[in-house]
């Protein structure tokens, strides 16, 4: 019963804290921004020629919490991860939701059923579920930001057409368009702005997001920077073989979409159920965790779940 108490009083503590962070956050002036940039750079290898009072500066200006969590590797990459998907959350304050709903899901399952291996299987589900989440969420902006790629390309050929300098385009792409494609550009823009070259700043592009397209984009600007030649055209023409792009590979959407539905039932079924057959039925499967055949067979069952569920998604992943 003790122990109990102490979980159910450190989940509190966490998620009181997280949220104390949250508002906190809400409240940061636009510099925090700047900084968090700065961070990222600092910690990027590709930025070693930064100058060494101005990278002890940013580690200066980094919290002390932050600083802790950088130096392991998984929980390093988180910002660049936040970055990437789009969310505007510090990384400690991330962790420590993440690390909060373990906690509280351990003290719930442990109150409501007693059981240390059940409650512990439990909350490291929860510990691991965010990061397939946040990643689900970076495929999920790069895949908006690809449909709206066209768009932004036709704009900009459009506004070179008209007479308009390339960084004014950029700047009317930022202002036109949604997020994410909006804000892409808008940073492009400003960091164009502050002295750095087109090409320079398209390449920063491409590091905030992963799309196939938009090296595509960087590429012929490059080129196009090099020989020159009329590049609202190439434009014009990039945008339409993107659109063609996106129609064959919505067609191969709809072609594997039983595919796609048989895997993920697949591996989500036996979950499911086995959580399902312990919380309604205590003890039946009391074999399979207790005695060290049935955990053979428990573990063999799911290195071949998660086997088999890479192997339909590799069927079905076909790369246009």
């Known amino acids: 019963m003790f122990a109990v108490v102490i ?19 809400a409240k940061d002036s636009p510099s925090s921004e700047l900084k968090r940039r700065l961070r990222l750079m600092e910690r990027d290898k590709t930025w070693n020629n930064l100058p060494s009072d101005l990278r002890m500066e940013i ?17 390093g990459k988180t910002e660049a991860l936040l970055d990437k998907s789009g969310l505007k959350i510090k990384p400690a304050m991330f962790q420590l939701l993440v690390l909060a709903s373990s906690t509280t899901a351990f003290a719930v399952v442990f109150i409501m059923r007693r059981d240390m291996l059940l409650s512990a299987m439990i909350a490291i589900l929860f510990l691991i579920l965010p990061y397939p989440v946040l990643i689900s969420m ?37 202002k036109e368009l949604p997020n994410p494609a909006g804000e892409l550009f808008k940073i492009a823009f400003e960091q164009q702005r502050l002295g750095l070259p087109a090409t320079e700043t ?18 012929a600007i490059s080129i196009n920077a090099d020989i020159g030649g009329n590049l609202a055209e190439i434009l014009d023409k990039l945008a339409q073989t993107i659109r063609e792009r996106l129609k064959i590979r919505r067609q191969v959407k709809v072609y594997t979409a039983q595919g796609r539905m048989s895997g993920y039932l697949l591996a989500i079924l036996p979950v499911v159920t086995f959580i399902a057959l312990e919380m309604l039925m205590p003890g039946y499967e009391d074999v399979l965790i207790k005695e060290k055949t049935g955990q053979y067979l428990l573990m063999g069952a799911i290195v071949w779940q998660i086997l088999g569920f890479l192997f339909i998604r590799k069927i079905i992943n076909i790369r246009i």
């Open 138 to 174: 970076i495929h999920h902006r790069r895949d908006r930001f690809t449909e709206q790629l066209p768009d932004a390309l036709t704009m900009l050929a459009r506004s070179l057409r008209a007479g308009h300098a390339f960084s004014a385009s950029l700047e009317l792409v930022g």
């Open 59 to 75: 580690v200066r200006e980094t919290p002390p919490l932050e600083r802790l969590m950088a130096r392991i590797p998984l929980l």
């Open 202 to 219: 398209l390449i920063n592009m491409t590091e905030r997001i992963e799309s196939v397209d938009l090296r595509f984009f960087v590429l």
């Open 7 to 25: 979980l159910t009083f450190v989940a509190a503590f966490l998620t009181s804290l997280s949220l104390f962070l949250g508002l906190t956050a």
